[in-house]
């Protein structure tokens, strides 16, 4: 079997000479999915010299389906060989598959007016933020966020908090009612979707997600925690081959957007690689100090190098500009000297592209676990040591949703 790819604007052709059966079915598999990790939602595929077309052939049909499906991506067949065509007309293929002969030129549209759309999206608009190109979606100009500072006491006292829709938290906590708090860890909730990775077993990441009338309810020790909308969608990195962003990158393009000296974010992207630390034990109220040495490094877990390398993650987040005392302690300068502080905390699943375009939240994360799958948490840090750090984490290409956040209502929630 020969496999060749060429990009086509943004429509990515792949081209088979050969038999697509059991012995080639992996491969093939690999260089569709691949096309897909690099950004490519839109497929032309090439079966005029396939000569056979086993079930094993087929199964990599179907899964490419799906996932360009998933994404509100495309997949155009050129020219079938008569061998596949009779395949594909037997197993009633034509169901999933729109086959074509030769590609017509996209300047030809279909005569007549363009159907109307079900629902009003926001326009797209072309920005510059952070010297960087987003495309952006505003979703509510007014939108603005109310958010408490949660700071750690010596009992290590949990706070409960439900998470519906339009509340987002951050912080070292568990998953459940106060009872739970035994079990705190890297936490982090958003809109009917909470994650934490117990203290006492960071080995499982855990969740609870809303159905029904089940609100997810976690027990913060400290922390962030904010409500209200958000106020813009950025989308980056949709253009294939565009190289990642940095988080900082990221953080600031939210702050800039937002005209704001803070925000709160929300990103579900394809990352190039995340740098960070996580809890591996709970806190402990009556211990020594926590990054007493040898003891920390049974603690916490440290990514001393790049980790997670493309996968999906969710990070939620404050970014802040020179942040008040209260907040600070909240924050972490982003690196030496800078007036950026950050607080992010990162879910990982396995690689699942993002869809293109405007999207909304809840659905997003609604589909965000449906491998049932998670691959870790990480509480997102600037390695910034000279000659050693690891550096920051990098995002190849997802969407961004940002607000302005104040921290006026602080200590208790």
């Known amino acids: 079997m020969d496999i060749t790819t060429q990009l086509d604007g943004d429509e990515m052709r792949i081209a088979l000479n050969g038999r697509l059966d059991a012995a080639w079915s992996n491969s093939v598999n690999k260089t569709l999915q691949d096309a897909i990790r690099g950004g490519s939602h839109r497929i032309a595929l090439d079966l005029s010299q396939v000569s056979y077309l086993s079930s094993a052939g087929i199964r ?3 899964l490419l389906v799906k996932s360009l499906k998933g994404i509100g991506g495309t997949l155009r067949l050129i020219d079938p060989s008569p061998a596949v065509s009779e395949v594909l007309k037997l197993v009633g293929f034509s169901q999933l598959l729109d086959t074509v002969p030769t590609p017509a030129s996209p300047s030809l549209k279909p005569a007549g007016p363009s159907p109307a759309k079900a629902d009003a999206q926001p326009e797209p608009r072309p920005v510059k933020l952070a010297g960087q190109d987003f495309v952006a979606y505003t979703l509510d100009a007014g939108a603005n966020q109310q958010g408490v500072v949660i700071e750690k006491n010596a009992a290590l006292r949990p706070q409960a908090i439900t998470v519906p829709e339009g509340t987002w938290v951050i912080g070292h906590g568990a998953l459940g009612g106060a009872d739970n708090a035994g079990r705190a860890g890297e936490l982090l909730a958003v809109s009917g979707l909470a994650i934490s990775l117990p203290g006492d077993d960071p080995e499982h990441p855990d969740w609870m997600q809303q159905e029904g009338g089940l609100i997810p309810e976690v027990s913060l020790l400290h922390g962030l925690k904010a409500a209200g909308g958000f106020r813009h969608l950025l989308r980056f990195g949709e253009t294939p081959g565009t190289p990642p ?3 900082g990158e990221l953080a600031q393009a939210a702050l800039e957007a937002c005209a704001s000296d803070t925000v709160s974010f929300v990103l579900v992207a394809e990352a190039a690689h995340l740098i960070g630390a996580a809890l591996q034990v709970p806190p402990d109220p009556d211990g020594d100090d926590f990054f007493a040495f ?5 603690r916490l877990l440290f990514t001393a190098e790049p980790a997670y390398t493309g996968e999906t993650c969710l990070i939620v987040g404050v970014a802040a500009r020179n942040p008040p ?8 300068p982003n690196a030496a000297g800078s ?10 699943v396995p690689f699942s592209p993002v869809r293109k375009g405007f999207i909304g939240l809840p659905e997003t994360l609604g589909r965000l676990l449906e491998t049932q799958t998670l691959r870790g948490v990480l509480h997102l840090l600037n390695d910034d040591r000279e000659g050693v750090g690891a550096g920051e984490s990098y995002l190849w290409r997802g969407a961004l949703w940002c607000a302005p956040v104040n921290f006026n209502a602080e200590g208790s929630v």
Do not use: I, N
Not at 294 to 298: H, I, K, L, Q, T
Not at 326 to 332: I, K, P, Y
């Open 60 to 62: 990599v049909l179907v």
């Open 325 to 332: 005392p209260r907040l600070a302690t909240q924050t972490r």
């Open 245 to 247: 962003l940095r988080l």
């Open 294 to 298: 040898p003891s920390v490094r049974d």
């Open 339 to 348: 007036e950026l502080s950050l607080h992010a905390h990162a879910c990982v």
